[in-house]
C-alpha cells in the first residue's frame, strides 16, 4: 500500500507541480506526519524532490524530471487496455494515436503484464450501441473535439428537436460525452458570461459548422462529469410532466421496463395488485398523452389505462385505426 501511495505521490507532483503536504494528506487521507515519512522515502531513492518553506511552500520536482512509465500494476495496465475504445477514438479522428499508444504502452510492460494485457482486449469488448440501433452521425465530431480541445468559438446551424427549420447558433464549446451510442457537446451559447447559459447539444444535429478563430475563456469550476450528471438527472425527471394510473397483467408489468427504469420503478413501487385475475394496478409518469399512447401501444393487450380519460380514449382512437388500416 505504502508503496503504491509513493508511485502516487511522484506522479501527482510530476503532473500538478508543487504541492504542500496538507494537500497531499486529504489527498491520500493520511496524516501529514506519514506524508513527510513518505517524502523522506522518495529522497531516499534519489528521486529530486524537495520543499520550500513558508507561505507558498510545498514539495515539488526538480524542474525537468520525468518518471518513466514504470511500476504500472497489471490490473493497471489491463485497465488502460480496455479503456481505449476504437469506434469512438476512429469517430474523433484519433484511432491511430490509440494505436500507437497501446503500442508503446504494451512495450513498456514487463512480459507477463504484456501478457495479461494482450489476454483481456482479446476478451472484453465494449459496444456503447443499443440493440436494433447504430451510431449516430458524427461527421463534424472531429472539428468540435478541435475546438474544444483549443478553446475556440464556433458557428454551427442546429436543427433543434421538433423543427424542421436549423438555428445559428455561436457556441463555446467546453466538452464531449458519448452516451448510448450518441455524441452530445456541452457549450456555452452566445456571449453569456462564464458558467451561464450552459447546453446540451446533440452533435448528430449539428448541420453545418465553421470554425471562427475566435478564443474564449473555459470557467474555472466547469466540472463536465458534474454538468452532465445533474443535467441528464434533471432532463429524466423535468421530461415527465404528469401520470397515468394503468391496470397491467403480470406480464404487463415486467414489460413496463421497456418504457425506462423510472417508469418501471414507479410500478414496481405503487403496485396494488388485484384480489383476483392476477392483473395489478399502477401509477407511472408520463411525458405526454402523444408519447404515452404510443408507449402504450408497445404493450399491447398487457395494459389498459384507466386514468387520465384523454389517454384511454387516444389509445383506443389509435388502435382502432391501426386495426381498419390492417383488416
Known amino acids: 500500500m505504502r508503496a503504491s501511495r509513493l508511485m502516487s505521490i511522484l506522479l501527482l507532483l510530476q ?3 508543487r504541492l504542500t503536504a496538507e ?15 513518505d517524502i523522506d522515502q522518495l529522497s531516499a531513492a534519489e ?18 524530471y520525468r518518471t518513466k512509465l514504470t511500476g504500472l500494476s497489471p490490473s493497471e495496465a489491463e485497465t488502460l487496455f480496455i479503456a481505449g475504445l476504437p469506434g469512438p477514438a476512429a469517430e474523433m479522428g484519433l484511432a491511430d494515436a490509440l494505436a500507437t499508444a497501446q503500442l508503446k504502452l504494451t512495450a513498456a510492460l514487463p512480459e507477463s503484464a504484456r501478457a495479461n494485457a494482450r489476454r483481456l ?29 483549443g478553446e475556440t468559438c464556433i458557428d454551427v446551424q442546429y436543427l433543434r428537436a421538433k423543427t424542421d427549420t436549423p438555428v445559428a447558433r455561436r457556441l463555446q464549446p467546453l466538452g464531449l460525452v458519448l452516451k448510448a451510442g450518441i455524441w452530445y457537446v456541452v457549450a456555452q451559447s452566445g456571449a453569456s458570461a462564464a458558467g451561464e447559459n450552459l447546453r446540451t447539444y446533440r452533435v448528430s ?6 470554425s ?49 427504469a423510472m417508469v418501471h420503478q414507479a410500478a414496481q413501487d405503487s403496485a396494488e395488485p388485484e384480489k383476483s385475475g392476477g392483473w ?11 408519447h404515452a399512447a404510443v408507449d402504450m401501444l408497445k404493450l399491447g393487450g398487457d395494459a389498459e389505462v384507466l386514468k387520465p380519460v384523454a389517454l ?10 391501426v386495426a381498419d388500416l390492417n383488416a
Open 47 to 64: 528521486v529530486p524532490v524537495y520543499a520550500d518553506r513558508g507561505p507558498g511552500g510545498g514539495f515539488q520536482l526538480l524542474d525537468g
Open 205 to 210: 444535429n449539428i448541420l453545418d459548422l465553421r
Open 212 to 260: 471562427t478563430g475566435e478564443r474564449f475563456t473555459r470557467p474555472k469550476d466547469f466540472d463536465l462529469v458534474r454538468f452532465w450528471t445533474a443535467s441528464s438527472r434533471a432532463y429524466e425527471i423535468g421530461i415527465y410532466r404528469g401520470t397515468a394510473q394503468l391496470r397491467v397483467s403480470k406480464r404487463g408489468l415486467a414489460r413496463l421496463e421497456i418504457l425506462g
Open 23 to 37: 494537500e497531499l494528506a486529504a489527498h491520500f487521507e493520511v496524516s501529514v506526519r506519514t506524508i513527510y515519512r
Open 121 to 149: 482486449s482479446a476478451r472484453f469488448h465494449l459496444d456503447p450501441v443499443d440493440w436494433f440501433r447504430s451510431a449516430a452521425s458524427a461527421r463534424l465530431l472531429p472539428a468540435i473535439a478541435t475546438a474544444v480541445w
Open 312 to 321: 384511454r380514449r387516444r389509445v383506443a382512437k389509435t388502435a382502432r385505426e
Open 280 to 290: 395489478t394496478r399502477v401509477t407511472i409518469p408520463i411525458e405526454s398523452i402523444e
Open 15 to 17: 503532473n500538478r507541480g
